[in-house]
């Protein structure tokens, strides 16, 4: 009787004891992944944080070697000579009208031939399609030049149009926007169509409210693209009040090579709006990779 006793008794401790080693194991290993998280997040914004910093020294402090990442005195004279060296100001707001102009129409537009090629049926629709893909493929260099051309041409060159129509779509956003439609159950539109809608009315009404996290993150992608490019602008403006803040600070960094604190004072002020916006759509972006792995 008392070996029985002893024998339970020990049957009862050594579940106890194997959940408080689990316990530790997870202990353990939660402390080593939010180490190794906080090393990988300093990694990736020391240049942002550096960026930050080195806006408010004095020239001598950033050009110093070895380089320091803080500075004995700190001021805002370079934020002050970016402001009155450069047409700062027409540069936020052209690149505000261009950024803004090519989200709307390209998200819009995007979300139609998306809706086409993933819920209608049509001759030649997976021949477009691959087609389309096949365009993401192509980089802007090899066509940068007949586009120049064909602007020119139009009488667009250094307008506002001349700037958002040739981006008022792109594959990427399509092919994003399909990879959505795709995973939509088929009984919506059905019973859409029972109920006399067409098929604008079906995509406009029903389609287009269930497709609004994939469409703000695209929306959020397109604009940080239209927003840091580059090349694209500088090509197609020649003017500087149509120059956006990558083209108008790229000029600005190749007529003051010496200054390097007004650069990254500007570089700040043109990463911020991104941040900001970033910061507060995160949560779709969280939102449309949970959706995309819906099935019917």
């Given amino acids: ?89 027409d540069y936020i707001k052209n690149t505000v009208i261009f950024s803004g102009g090519v989200v709307l129409t390209s998200v819009f ?39 120049f051309i064909e602007i020119n041409k139009l009488g667009l060159l250094d307008t506002y149009a001349g700037l958002i129509i040739p981006k008022m779509t792109s594959a990427f956003g399509i092919f994003m926007m399909r990879s959505f439609f795709v995973t939509l159950p088929k009984d919506l539109e059905e019973a859409a169509r029972v109920d006399g809608l067409n098929e604008f009315k079906i995509f406009l009404k029903i389609m287009l409210p269930l497709s609004k996290p994939t469409m703000l993150s695209l929306a959020i992608f397109t604009l940080m693209n239209s927003w840091n490019d580059l090349l694209y602008p500088l090509i197609l403006t020649s003017s500087s009040k149509m120059r956006t803040l990558p083209a108008g600070l790229a000029l600005f960094t190749g007529q003051n090579i010496s200054f390097y604190g007004p650069v990254m004072a500007g570089t700040v002020i043109s990463m911020l709006p991104l941040l900001i916006i970033y910061m507060f759509a995160q949560k779709y972006f969280v939102q449309s990779t949970a959706m995309s792995g819906m099935k019917e």
Avoid: C
């Fill in 109 to 147: 537009f995007d979300s139609l031939a998306g809706y086409a090629f993933a819920r209608m049926n049509f001759k030649g629709k997976s021949v477009f399609f691959y087609f389309v893909l096949l365009t993401m493929m192509i980089p802007f260099q090899v066509f940068m030049i007949p586009l």
């Fill in 1 to 89: 009787m008392t070996e029985l006793v002893e024998h339970s008794a020990t049957l009862d401790r050594s579940p106890a004891k194997k959940d408080k080693k689990s316990l530790k194991k997870k202990n353990k290993t939660s402390i080593f992944t939010k180490i190794a998280m906080t090393i990988i997040l300093v990694i990736i914004a020391f240049p942002f944080i550096w960026l930050v910093i080195s806006s408010f020294k004095y020239e001598k402090d950033i050009i110093s070697f070895p380089p320091k990442i803080f500075a004995d005195n700190y001021t805002f004279e370079n934020y002050i000579k970016v402001w009155s060296t450069i047409p700062l100001l």
